[in-house]
């Protein structure tokens, strides 16, 4: 199957310091990759959605200019958050779809970044 | 708008027995497809089943299947011969057609555990 990864896997970060994570598509090509946020035990919350070579759409009451969204290739994206505080502390995963591949139009998602913001 | 809602925060199974997670959808578009998720501990999301809104055909894949009962608008997984390996939290999820980019949209997901 289709494999994501997802670059780190854990980071502790201090308050006010910016985080950049980054979401690849290893064997395929992504034409749209997904970003989610998760608190313990709870579902996945989507933040945006990004198309390589264009802007992310953010979820409404995701602040854009908190948690940046560059979709550079068709293998990469990355999520950075900036000027980071203990709230932004969560579960991140990203997800990529292979648009071009309508038989096999599942998501598949990274392994998850776990941020501590101290 | 789409909705998916999972009613049961957590089930308990005896190993090797049988355990359906329920999973009802709400939406008006004509065509869309339904997934299985699950999430151990670790984190990664693993794709179990699909099951699009046209088959005819209930999914199956290895141990799991999937109950698709349309006009009740219900998908619900069936694991059968449950593995203390299954211990884990279990989201369905649906995108529309119509959806943007292929969106999925979640439920709160059941914890689902294994007892040897």
């Known amino acids: 199957g289709a494999v994501v990864s997802q670059h780190p896997s854990r980071v502790i970060c201090k308050s006010g310091t910016s985080v950049k994570i980054e979401c690849r598509s290893l064997d395929f090509q992504a034409t749209t990759m997904f970003w989610y946020r998760q608190f313990p035990k709870q579902s996945l919350m989507l933040m945006a959605t990004?198309?390589?070579?264009?802007?992310?759409?953010?979820e409404q009451g995701v602040e854009k200019d908190k948690f940046l969204i560059n979709h550079a290739s068709l293998t990469l994206s990355t999520l950075t958050v900036t000027s980071a505080h203990p709230e932004d502390s969560s579960f991140y995963i990203c997800?990529?779809?292979?648009?071009?591949?309508?038989?096999?139009?599942?998501?598949?998602f990274g392994p998850g970044t776990r941020l501590t913001v101290l | 708008a789409q909705k998916i809602t999972q009613t049961q925060p957590g089930m308990f199974v005896q190993e090797k027995e049988a355990v359906t997670l329920d999973c009802t959808y709400d939406t008006s578009d004509p065509s869309y497809g339904l997934f299985w998720y699950k999430q151990p501990s670790s984190g990664e999301m693993i794709f179990l089943i699909y099951?699009?809104?046209?088959?005819?055909q209930n999914a199956t894949e290895g141990r799991y299947s999937l109950n698709f009962q349309k006009a009740r608008k219900s998908a619900n997984l069936v694991i059968s011969a449950s593995q203390l390996g299954d211990s884990a939290m279990y989201f369905c999820a649906m995108r529309a057609v119509e959806a943007s980019y292929g969106k999925l949209t979640f439920g709160q997901g059941t914890i689902l555990t294994v007892h040897p």
């Open positions: 099951q699009g809104s046209y088959d005819q």
């Open positions: 997800s990529a779809r292979d648009g071009y591949n309508p038989s096999t139009d599942t998501q598949y």
């Open positions: 990004s198309n390589e070579g264009s802007k992310a759409t953010y």
